[in-house]
């Protein structure tokens, strides 16, 4: 098994940024790509982005990119998402995601591991 815990989230101003992080633990050397969701209210829990387990490869969907980076510290079993230039329309709680298989997927179903999520606000 493998337990998953955010942290840094909070409220910020439109354009402002955060660096959220994801620490793993348990059986992390089964770990292979993790990955980064959000929900907000009265939608579906959508796909950030996602990080090999190298570091080398990553994915994410096309309202973040070029705005939201993820990195990885395989020696610290932690995940990072650094967003800059937020907007309103990113206020959500955010999740990381973790799989025991290798490839950059967006589907939920991916991911056999799950944090509890870190709540980010953007104010307009």
């Known amino acids: 098994q493998v337990q998953l815990v955010e942290s840094g989230g909070g409220l910020v101003q439109a354009g402002g940024s955060l660096t959220l992080s994801c620490l793993a633990s348990g059986n992390t050397f089964s770990i292979g790509t993790m990955a980064w969701f959000r929900h907000a209210p009265g939608k579906e829990r959508e796909f950030v982005g996602a990080i090999s387990r190298s570091g080398l490869g990553s994915y994410y969907t096309d309202s973040v990119k070029g705005r939201f980076t993820i990195s990885r510290d395989n020696a610290k079993n932690t995940v990072s998402l650094q967003t800059k230039s937020l907007k309103p329309e990113d206020t959500a709680v955010y999740y990381c995601?973790?799989?025991?298989?290798?490839?950059?997927?967006?589907?939920?179903?991916?991911?056999?591991?799950w944090g509890q999520g870190t709540q980010v606000t953007v104010s307009s």
């Open positions: 995601a973790a799989t025991i298989k290798y490839d950059l997927s967006p589907g939920r179903s991916y991911y056999q591991y």
